[in-house]
């Protein structure tokens, strides 16, 4: 190569345009490189806040859960309880509905003691003269004669008749007898 052929050496101010170019770009990359620094970084913290943020949740989601499993288990307890509480007094009324049902009569008919009402001192209030119609009752001795009923007793009022050893007893009229506890 000859002396013709090589460039023109840089001028002063090529040369000094060349400096800034490059110093130019030096800068910017710089700055490229601290912003991209700067965002990674905000994007770190803003992953482990999020992440914190998630854990705290899931902490008190989790409380919050078993909180709520603990407080179902006592009101459950606590239903079982008044459940079995109640069983027990509703056994204990059907007990009693069914003592009464066995201690009281109301309807007209024959009541075999034994067999339909038990034996012992059987009480009724009477009527009062509510219905206008009087109460009756037979007691009937023996089997035999139930066919050929003796005249009934008729009255109104209070009244006890004593069914130990006798067949049965006819009742009739708006009269309820209970049993009286022996």
Not at 121 to 139: K, P
Request: glycine share 8%; aromatic share 6%.
């Amino acid at each position: 190569m000859n002396d013709g052929q090589l460039p023109a050496p840089p001028t002063r101010q090529r040369r000094t345009r060349t400096i800034l170019a490059v110093a130019a770009a030096v800068v910017v990359v710089g700055a490229l490189a601290s912003i991209t620094t700067i965002v990674l970084l905000r994007n770190a913290t803003l992953s482990s806040q999020v992440a914190a943020a998630n854990t705290r949740a899931k902490n008190a989601m989790s409380a919050a859960q078993a909180a709520a499993q603990k407080d179902y288990a006592a009101r459950n307890a606590a239903l079982n309880r008044e459940a079995a509480t109640l069983n027990r007094k509703s056994q204990t009324i059907a007990t009693e509905i069914g003592e009464l049902k066995a201690n009281t009569i109301r309807a007209d008919g024959l009541y075999v003691v034994g067999h339909d009402i038990k034996s012992g001192a059987w009480h009724t209030a009477g009527d009062g003269h509510v219905s206008g119609n009087l109460c009756r009752f037979t007691v009937v001795a023996r089997a035999k004669q139930a066919n050929s009923l003796p005249g009934p007793m008729y009255f109104d009022g209070p009244w006890t008749v004593h069914l130990s050893g006798v067949y049965g007893f006819y009742i009739y009229g708006p009269c309820r007898w209970t049993r009286e506890p022996s």
